[in-house]
């Protein structure tokens, strides 16, 4: 499968192809090994099958139980302080009409991702948020 997409990248876009999210996910913080020990199995030499023209991320955080036990707020200030510049948080905020089956956590994102503390977190880490990740990273050098 990996093969049939970067074939179709190489025709499509040639060497300016588009951003691809590598999901690299560390097995420590957040609450929910499980998913990350799946995730990172399914992932393996998933770097290995880009070329050298397709953009990436560094780095990649933000998985989580999604639970309402879950500390979104701990966890993003974490994530925030250990992704290397180019990184990437997953993270799918949604408002108060939401209807998805982890709407609650959803929810809890988005009020926290609104939030002044959120904001005061950026500034006190120095990190600036990017509208679209080729704005701060370089192809894959595969």
């Known amino acids: 499968m990996r093969t049939a997409i970067m074939t179709e990248l190489q025709q499509r876009y040639g060497d300016n192809q588009p951003w691809v999210r590598d999901p690299i996910t560390p097995l420590t913080g957040h609450d929910s090994l499980l998913k ?3 995730i990172r199995t399914l992932q393996f030499g998933f770097r290995h099958s880009l070329n050298k023209h397709t953009h990436t991320n560094s780095s990649f955080a933000g998985l989580y139980s999604l639970t309402p036990e879950a500390d979104f ?4 200030v974490q994530w ?6 180019g990184g ?5 905020p949604a408002s108060e ?16 991702l609104a939030s002044d503390q959120f904001g ?7 990190i600036n948020l990017v509208n ?3 704005d701060t990273t370089a192809p894959h050098k595969g």
């Not at 990437?88 to 799918?92: A, D, E, F, N, V």
């Not at 009409?97 to 926290?112: C, G, K, L, N, V």
């Open 97 to 112: 009409t939401s209807q998805d089956e982890h709407a609650q956590a959803r929810i809890r994102e988005y009020q926290y």
């Open 80 to 85: 925030l302080s250990q992704l290397s510049h």
């Open 36 to 38: 990350a020990v799946i």
């Open 132 to 134: 679209h990740p080729s």
């Open 73 to 76: 707020p701990a966890m993003m």
């Open 120 to 126: 005061d977190t950026l500034d006190q880490l120095n």
């Open 88 to 92: 990437l948080i997953m993270c799918h």
